[in-house]
């Protein structure tokens, strides 16, 4: 039972200073590929890249000493990252507090939603996530993450579109125009680094080599050059006019949003009232403002584009001021500072004072120091319900990929795994995260493998990745102020090129064309209804569910004969012929309500094709159960067959579905004597009368008989 509760002390059962060494080299080898990858996931996750470490400070402690993996690395992961963005998206401005603080609830909510499945036993219910489904979505997902950093590879910023694919052609759009060339450089050489030494030296940390190499590079030639200017510096009326529309329509739509908390306010006051009155005119008030809203936004989103299109050169002036010239009204005889400068253009109104130019390339920048100060989250109870399905579909994603990684590692230690303690494992990682400013975390498949590759011996390796994590944030985080963001993005691209499995594909078509076609469908509506992933997951199990229901409703109903291996086998499959005077008929799959009416209809079609049939053997090896309605079908069937002059017989019938039979008293009706074991003694007592007077020369469930003969 202290087991049950404590799963970690079995760890310690002979258990030495050597296996603590190993796992303490273990943990730390873990923790210096999981500090740039959770920086760099968080970012995905459309979060400060600071969250990641704090995602990365308990999860993986609690997740190894609750859970059953002994080498599982549990943290922030691509895939659970994107579907965080996803969900929080439509809720909050990516980055903001309030995007934050629900980021926080909902890894408290995917926590709650695993730790009650694993407590109820219900780790069963991730089977709903079908293969071909997760193949897909999976597949999809990589091309959504690694085209996600398009842009900060290029060195852009565009405005996230309604459809991901909208956003890709905005980041196109926006490369063609111009490119940050250092910032392309900068990515596309750590790629090479991390994929060079990934190839020669797999044992090295390539992660954190091209990471510090970059890093170092962009301290040393000052990658970053941002410079705070007043608006008087920008020469150009347009560009100032352009400053004025953007922030008339930011400005407004603050107005307006609070307005719209009021009218909020209101409707729930009305609607608490019983006020149906006052409710239709608040909410009338309410569409006028989303409205007013939209239409601002566009605005915004129209002025904030063309602003981040313009291109300016940087001219010293005699007061040790730059004046900002655009490109096309240079005077000639200027002498610039050869750099291109841009307006970065947030959500923000832009200052008369603090108008921030670029001249540089994006950096991680100030990371806090120190471990974040434990809070509960506030809880919205309104947003938690938005937030439900996002957090169910994590919940069963995340479970699925970790407890898919412990399995395979299970397969080479031998490691004896329990489903269910896993998802209390994970449950409690992100719920106690979620305290510490953690968003939702799962099992990572790379970092699983260095841990294993590197001889974990027990969940202790996880307990020293989280205790150097805790270091990073208390002593180290000023070094990481200069790491490029583009290398952060190829860090996602290179760790997201794992998730592309197009195999996936052929191997479920091969396996059933359908379960292949439910893969690519759920592949194509996940490619085309991002950043919204729920709906082709949605898709893919409604779809799976489909031909669930379909196949159990038309179960296969297959005539058996006489088979070269002497064993009864269907004969359209094997080209045999079948007996004349006897059908043996095998139903495949549970006899139910959905189904009754086809096992009817099948033996009405057999007794219709056979003009001398005098006997039916319904072998029921296939029937697992049978309900009411199952049995009410074989009793009217034996009448229906009888009546027509046919007699039947059942053989195999297993003593589940036998027991509901007796209750209802069918082998009395039935008879006795006509319910055999097995399909050969069936035959032994119905053959000889059947071909009392039968010119069949060779019976097909006798010998065997080919409809072709060779």
């Known amino acids: 039972m202290i087991t049950k509760v404590l799963p970690f002390l079995k760890w310690f059962q002979d258990y030495d200073l050597s296996s603590l060494k190993t796992d303490a080299v273990s943990g730390l080898t873990v923790a210096l590929v999981l500090i740039p990858q959770s920086m760099a996931y968080a970012q995905l996750a459309g979060l400060p890249a600071y969250y990641g470490l704090y995602a990365s400070f308990l999860p993986p402690m609690i997740a190894a000493l609750f859970g059953s993996s002994r080498q599982l690395a549990t943290g922030p992961v691509a895939v659970v990252s994107l579907m965080t963005a996803a969900s929080l998206e439509p809720l909050a401005t990516t980055g903001s507090e309030g995007y934050i603080a629900y980021a926080i609830v909902l890894a408290l909510m995917v926590g709650l939603f695993q730790f009650s499945l694993g407590v109820l036993k219900l780790g069963l219910v991730v089977n709903f996530l079908s293969h071909p489904v997760v193949n897909g979505f999976t597949n ?187 490109e096309e009204d240079l005077p000639a005889d200027a002498r610039t500072d050869g750099r291109v400068w841009r307006f970065k253009v947030g959500n923000a109104a832009l200052s008369g004072s603090g108008i921030v130019m670029v001249g540089g390339g994006a950096v991680v920048g100030n990371v806090p120091k120190g471990l974040p100060t434990p809070a509960i989250p506030t809880l919205d109870w309104k947003v938690m319900a938005r937030l439900f399905p996002f957090a169910a579909i994590i919940s069963l994603l995340g479970f699925m990929e970790a407890i898919s990684i412990a399995k395979a590692m299970a397969a080479k230690t031998g490691q004896r795994l329990d489903p269910n303690q896993e998802l209390i494992g994970q449950g409690l990682a992100n719920m106690l995260g979620a305290l510490g400013q953690s968003y939702p975390t799962s099992g990572s498949f790379s970092r699983s493998a260095v841990n294993l590759q590197s001889g974990a011996k027990s969940g202790m390796s996880s307990v020293f990745t989280s205790l150097t994590v805790v270091i990073a944030l208390l002593f180290f985080t000023p070094l990481l102020y200069h790491l490029p963001q583009s290398v952060l993005a190829a860090v996602i691209m290179m760790a997201v090129i794992g998730l592309v499995n197009v195999s996936g594909f052929v191997h479920a078509w091969h396996a059933k064309w359908y379960d292949g076609l439910i893969s690519i469908i759920s592949f194509a509506a996940t490619l085309v ?101 199952g049995e009410e079908t074989l009793s009217l069937l034996v009448d229906r067959v009888r009546s027509a002059g046919v007699d039947i017989s059942l053989s195999g019938v297993n003593e589940a579905v036998m027991q509901v039979l007796r209750r209802t008293h069918l082998p009395e009706k039935i008879g006795e004597n006509h319910i055999y074991p097995t399909m050969e003694k069936a035959i032994s007592a119905v053959h000889p009368e059947a071909h009392r007077t039968s010119g069949e020369a060779a019976c097909p469930l006798l010998t065997v008989c080919r409809l072709v003969e060779n």
């Open 140 to 326: 999809a997902a990589a091309i959504i993450i690694a085209s996600s950093q398009l842009s900060k590879m290029f060195g852009v910023d565009v405005d996230t579109a309604a459809h991901h694919y909208e956003t890709i052609w905005r980041v196109i759009q926006a490369a063609s125009d111009y490119i940050h060339w250092p910032s392309l450089i900068m990515g596309v050489g750590a790629f090479g680094v991390m994929y060079l030494l990934k190839t020669i030296a797999p044992r090295v940390p390539n992660v954190l080599v091209a990471v510090v190499l970059t890093t170092l590079i962009s301290w040393m030639i000052g990658f970053e050059h941002n410079m705070v200017v007043n608006r008087e510096t920008i020469a150009s009326t347009e560009a100032q006019a352009m400053i004025d529309r953007f922030n008339s329509a930011t400005t407004g739509i603050g107005e307006l949003s609070g307005k719209r908390t009021d009218v909020s306010r209101t409707i729930d006051q009305a609607g608490e009232s019983h006020d149906t009155i006052g409710v239709m005119n608040a909410q009338h008030e309410a569409d006028l403002i989303a409205v007013h809203m939209d239409r601002l936004k566009e605005e915004a989103r129209h002025a904030r584009a063309t602003l981040r299109q313009y291109k300016f050169r940087g001219v010293p002036q005699a007061d040790e001021t730059v004046r900002f010239y655009p």
């Open 529 to 629: 209804f991002a950043p919204n992933l729920e709906e082709g997951i949605m898709i893919g199990v409604v779809l799976s569910l489909l031909v669930f229901l379909y196949k159990s409703m038309r179960p296969k109903v297959v005539s058996l004969a006489r088979a070269e291996d002497e064993a009864l086998r269907c004969v359209s499959t094997h080209g045999l012929k079948e007996c004349a005077h006897v059908a043996m008929v095998r139903f495949d799959g549970p006899l139910f309500f959905a189904n009754s009416s086809y096992l009817e209809d099948k033996m009405m079609e057999i007794m219709r094709a056979k003009e001398g049939l005098k006997h039916i053997i319904m072998v029921c090896n296939g029937i697992n159960d049978i309900d009411a309605s």
